[in-house]
């Protein structure tokens, strides 16, 4: 577990604080770490590298010793940025909400989703006692037989364990062990709840950890999982000199987009991911892989915007730095992963948590150097859909598995919560405004459409039509726990006109897709030229400025600005005919209208 904090850190150039508290030379491209903590050591569920500490790279240079390496990519995020002044650094409001977070001076520093500011944190333990007590069974030294410690992060530790009796007796499991003595406030407790809760919900998908119990004591919870014995995903890609082949991180990401997708359609995002969260069950090369540590995730529904910074600083989306994201950040997380399977160096790198924050936000992943000249065009495109600044132009978990770069790899397309958000939208729009998206479904190729096939499929047409009905069966067939803490069935209400009538597949396209993402394609100016000329051809009608500012939730201050969205024939122009497939947000309008 952790959140976007560290221990101080120097900025000289020759001595970097290691996460140990420690200091290892910087080669002025990337710092030599320590072994991972959890090497040679059977792994288990839980993070043995504390994420709250972002000070070191975990990754050894893949070069040969005297030889340095190529700028690029871990020199990329230290590229010069003209600023008049300084910038301000991004870690000062995180390190001010944390130090809310923490409550008294005397307090020390803890794991844990940072709250929002009104969230409260300081001050709970001298108004009244905080309630330790969980409705945990009280049993655990009665069940399992505790042995050695595995891994340790700040928050907890993981140990060995054997079952005494029941259907685990003599079998070997993992024992997080999580100390009451360090949850000082009412969030820390509600985290542990949170995380028992998340794990027992989703507990069942095979690339999931298996939740077995939870058990307290006076001084401890013991969260009882699944061992996994092939250690972490981290020490696999240090064991291959820092990088996978193609084909073998394909094999990992198809695993890690499979339960990040189940997890997203359950209402969950993760918010830690990162290689040191994903296990081998076994030591053999092939062994299929778990994720790990649910300490910082949380249920989520489809529309709602989170706004507390949490996860590893590496691995931490720009849209979480700015406190309004959804499950799309987990998105980001993935195409950081990876960038870093396929060359070895992370795509945001600096030497202190503020630097890497910067880089986060400001600087563009090198895909020029090598080995990337190597790397398929497949692949590069693949983690620049994931890596894109703006969340809504990235790919959602379900999508990535039919990129092409994995869709040779025979996995099942999972249903995808996405594209119930963009229906209900469409369902929802105005007579012009869904003309204008046929006129765009109509311009995509096969290739486009793979996606939307498959998810077309999961709702099991019924002679070609979908209704509600179908999109309400989709959900019971997925539903775990998790859907329903997520409250994610809510959505179906917003989907209501559909109970009048069907969609085929061609309206389906035209509803579910997302001009986000096919603005991100190479080729968006050939689709939509081309749909263009379909609207014009199909769709396109006379339309006054007020008319159009009404369909926009414009005021009277946008005419100006409208106006040369308009045609000489009164009918929307090119430039007005995307600018109207985006629609204008409160925020941009205000910003250009209201000034």
């Known amino acids: 577990m952790g959140h976007c904090c560290s221990k101080v850190v120097t900025d000289n150039d020759d001595v970097v604080a290691t996460a140990g508290g420690g200091a290892v030379a910087n080669n002025h491209h990337r710092p030599k770490p320590p072994p991972s903590p959890a090497a040679h050591q059977p792994s288990a569920a839980n993070g043995n590298t504390p994420a709250y500490s972002f000070t070191a790279s975990p990754w050894q240079s893949p070069y040969p010793a005297g030889i340095a390496p190529s700028p690029s990519p871990a020199g990329t995020p230290r590229r010069k940025f003209k600023w008049p002044f300084p910038p301000p650094s991004p870690a000062k409001p995180i390190m001010s909400a944390l130090l809310k977070r923490q409550g008294p001076a005397s307090a020390k520093p803890r794991e844990g989703p940072i709250p929002e500011e009104n969230g409260g944190g300081g001050g709970e333990a001298g108004d009244r006692p905080l309630d330790k007590s969980f409705g945990y069974p009280k049993n655990f030294g009665s069940k399992y037989e505790l042995g050695k410690e595995v891994g340790r992060g700040h928050f907890g530790h993981t140990c060995l364990a054997k ?96 339960v990040v997708a189940f997890c997203h359609l359950q209402g969950v995002v993760h918010r830690d991911l990162k290689p040191e969260n994903f296990l081998f069950t076994k030591r053999e090369e092939d062994a299929p892989m778990k994720v790990i540590d649910f300490g910082l995730s949380d249920f989520i529904k489809p529309d709602q915007r989170l706004n507390d910074i949490v996860g590893s600083a590496y691995y931490v989306a720009p849209e979480v730095l700015h406190r309004s994201y959804n499950v799309e950040a987990d998105m980001w997380s993935i195409g950081v992963i990876t960038y870093i399977l396929l060359c070895g160096s992370r795509p945001f790198w600096a030497r202190t948590e503020s630097g890497i924050f910067r880089s986060v936000l400001r600087a563009d992943p090198n895909f020029e150097d090598a080995p990337w000249p190597g790397v398929s065009a497949e692949a590069r495109d693949f983690v620049r859909r994931l890596l894109n600044k703006d969340h809504r132009k990235r ?144 769709g396109n009608r006379v339309i006054s400025v007020e008319e159009l500012a ?44 209201h000034r």
Request: hydrophobic share 45%; proline share 2%.
């Open 395 to 538: 790919m959602s978990a379900a999508q990535a598995l039919t990129h092409p770069w994995l869709r040779l790899e025979n996995s099942a397309v999972p249903l995808d919560i996405l594209i119930y958000k963009l229906v209900k939208s469409y369902i929802r729009s105005s007579p012009l405004k869904r003309a204008a998206l046929k006129a765009l479904s109509k311009a995509l190729t096969e290739q486009d459409l793979f996606y939307l096939r498959a998810q077309f499929e999961l709702l099991e047409p019924i002679d070609g039509f979908i209704s509600l009905e179908n999109f309400r069966t989709a959900l019971m067939k997925n539903m775990t726990d998790a859907m329903r803490e997520s409250r994610v069935f809510e959505i179906l209400s917003l989907m209501e006109p559909l109970s009048y009538k069907q969609m085929d597949f061609e309206e389906f396209c035209a509803a579910a897709i997302s001009v986000y993402h096919l603005e991100a394609l190479e080729n968006w100016e050939q689709i939509a030229s081309a749909a263009f000329e379909n609207f014009d051809r199909e």
């Open 550 to 593: 009404h369909e926009q939730n414009l005021g009277p201050t946008a005419y100006a600005l409208l106006k040369d969205w308009i045609r000489a024939d009164g009918k929307l122009n090119f430039v007005g005919y995307t600018k109207f497939l985006h629609g204008v947000t409160i925020r941009s309008a205000n910003a250009r209208f």
């Open 163 to 258: 079952g005494k009796k029941g259907e685990l007796k003599n079998q070997s499991v993992a024992v997080k062990i999580i100390s009451k003595a360090k949850m000082t406030t009412a969030i820390s407790i509600e985290d542990v709840r949170r995380e028992v809760k998340i794990l027992k919900a989703l507990s069942g998908h095979h690339n999931l950890i298996k939740f077995y119990d939870a058990f307290e004591d006076a001084q401890n919870v013991y969260i009882v999982m699944e061992l996994c014995e092939g250690g972490e995903l981290l020490d696999r890609i240090l064991s291959r000199g820092g990088r996978y082949t193609e084909e073998d991180a394909k094999r990992v990401i198809v695993q890690i987009l499979n």
